[in-house]
């Protein structure tokens, strides 16, 4: 049974500083990783999807890896901004299409 | 503009008085998922369609139910619902094929009372 998780559960750091949040998962036959944003009271946005095939992917300040044979993502954020303040999802989308979600990381970003 | 769209944004029932959430999408993607999520918790998918093949988890209960007219609506069907079934309800959609990247709506935040 594929398990995803995600350290630290809240982070919090200075405007501007680079900064990396992790997700590991126990079952590498995935299909995809998707890391999701999430603001309070609202619903997921997609950030980034890598296919089991590719090694990261990227877009604009947000780099995030996969290493399937050691079972994990991280998911980069390049000069913080505090409008980047959100919990961070990851998700593990496995062959069965189930798509199996960590806890997430609170990142806040402080001024 | 808007792709998936989940009506109501906020929901509040008494505790037994029975609750539809509906989910709308553009895309015309043949999968929709229901989650359920609870504060400060990973979403947990409850059920979800390909086509009009209806796939309900194992553990999913049975106070939760769905519907899937056609290809563009969904609804969650809560028959009887308890203080534990108070959470964000996100409906999320994917493609036949190609990436499989899921595409979430806003969510319903259901209340009871």
């Known amino acids: 049974k594929q398990e995803v998780t995600q350290i630290p559960a809240a982070l919090s750091v200075p405007e501007g500083e680079n900064l990396v949040l992790n997700c590991s998962f126990t079952d590498s036959a995935i299909y995809n990783l998707q890391w999701f944003r999430q603001d309070p009271g609202k619903g997921l946005t997609s950030l980034l999807l890598i296919q089991s095939s590719q090694r990261e992917q990227t877009s604009g300040r947000l780099n995030a890896s996969l290493d399937k044979s050691s079972g994990r993502s991280t998911l980069y954020i390049a000069a913080s901004q505090p409008g980047d303040s959100a919990t961070y999802l990851c998700a593990a989308h496995d062959q069965g299409g189930k798509l199996i979600f960590g806890q997430g990381t609170e990142l806040s970003v402080k001024p | 503009d808007a792709m998936v769209i989940q009506n109501p944004r906020y929901q509040v029932t008494q505790f037994g008085k029975p609750v539809t959430l509906s989910c709308s999408q553009t895309l015309n993607h043949n999968v929709m998922y229901w989650y359920q999520q609870k504060s400060s918790q990973a979403p947990k998918l409850l059920f979800h369609?390909?086509?009009?093949?209806?796939?309900n988890e194992a553990d999913t209960p049975d106070n939760f139910q769905s519907r899937r007219p056609n290809t563009s609506f969904c609804f969650l069907d809560i028959r009887s619902p308890g203080l534990g079934d108070a959470a964000m309800y996100l409906c999320?959609?994917?493609?036949?094929?190609?990436?499989?990247?899921?595409?979430f709506g806003e969510g319903s935040r259901l209340t009871v009372l």
């Open positions: 369609y390909y086509d009009k093949d209806f796939n």
């Open positions: 999320a959609t994917s493609g036949p094929t190609g990436s499989g990247e899921l595409f």
